[in-house]
Nanobody, 120 residues
Framework: QVHVVESGGGLVQPGGSLRLSCAAS????????MSWYRQAPGKERELVAS????????IYADSAKGRFTISRDNTKNTMYLQMNSLKPEDTAVYYC?????????????WGQGTQVTVSS
């Protein structure tokens, strides 16, 4: 059974930091590209950052560049998002997403999300 579980969210003041974790099980984590998405109230879900299956390449949304760092530990089946210099506009539910090409299609898994609130 597949499980994708985010943790580490919470309430933080502007300028503060949080580290999100995404623990995966039930599939071969090291075969999957992983991403963090977020969805703020009233807005569409948007990509924050992605990392390749081997962890050798990353991409970031413009809003995350220079402040957020995505990483993964394939020995622990876990992905991370270090978020620094947080702003109120970073407030959202953050989701973990796993994807792997399977023939002409994709295997995809989503977590349930973790709330991040940036407020004084």
């Amino acid at each position: 059974q597949v499980h994708v579980v985010e943790s580490g969210g919470g309430l933080v003041q502007p300028g503060g930091s949080l580290r999100l974790s995404c623990a995966a099980s039930g599939f071969t984590f090291s075969f999957y590209a992983m991403s963090w998405y977020r969805q703020a109230p009233g807005k569409e879900r948007e990509l924050v950052a992605s990392i390749t299956s081997a962890g050798d390449r990353t991409i970031y949304a413009d809003s995350a560049k220079g402040r957020f760092t995505i990483s993964r530990d394939n020995t622990k089946n876990t992905m991370y998002l270090q978020m620094n210099s947080l702003k109120p506009e970073d407030t959202a539910v953050y989701y973990c997403y796993a994807q792997k090409a399977v023939g002409a299609s994709f295997a995809r898994y989503w977590g349930q999300g973790t709330q991040v609130t940036v407020s004084s």
